[in-house]
């Protein structure tokens, strides 16, 4: 009797441990390290996505030094241009910041850590980076989506409304 219950106990652990384990290897950290930025400069980490698309998240800490760091995700086809309109994802200037960019193209990317604004003052930055191969959650339809949806609705609705009421009118005239 006794092992019977152990075999239980062992089977329900083997189960948690299978059901859990698909949740815990969605996520890869690509790095959690600290840059120097010198004044007016700055430096790029790669994001290779090759296999799957994937959200990429980063957060950034500055440890020492100038106030005007930020951080974006660019296409590394966009890394030498370096221009605004080009910013996948990125932080405002400051001290710390972070986003998360769901990335739904497989393609090289560059996290760009950034100190150009200050000329003066170098950075001492904590980059963590890491990427969520979980599916996202749906949490909204796209508009052409939802109207689409209330026109079937819509439509449904009034055909079992005009079939109710066309065989309840037969049924009174008899």
């Known amino acids: 009797m006794g092992s019977k219950i152990a075999r239980i106990g062992l089977i329900g652990w083997f ?33 290779e996505l090759r296999q799957e698309p994937a959200t990429v998240m980063a957060s950034y800490i500055v440890e020492d030094g100038s106030g005007k760091v930020r951080i974006a995700l660019y296409s590394r086809d966009d890394l030498e241009h370096m221009q605004d309109d080009a910013i996948l994802a990125g932080t405002a200037q400051g001290k710390s910041g972070g986003f998360a960019y769901r990335v ?35 949490t909204e339809l796209p508009p052409e989506r939802k109207a689409t949806v209330i026109a079937v609705s819509f439509l449904v609705f009034f055909t079992v409304v005009t079939y109710s009421a066309r065989k309840l009118l037969k049924a009174a005239r008899r």
Do not use: M, Q
């Open 15 to 47: 189960v948690c441990a299978c059901t859990w384990l698909p949740a815990a290897t969605t996520r890869l950290e690509l790095a959690d390290e600290v840059y120097h930025i010198p004044a007016g400069e700055w430096k790029w980490i790669p994001v």
């Open 104 to 138: 739904r193209d497989r393609d090289s990317y560059a996290i760009v850590v950034d100190n150009r604004t200050d000329k003066t003052n170098p950075a001492t930055v904590r980059l963590r980076v890491s990427l969520d191969f979980a599916r996202p959650r749906v």
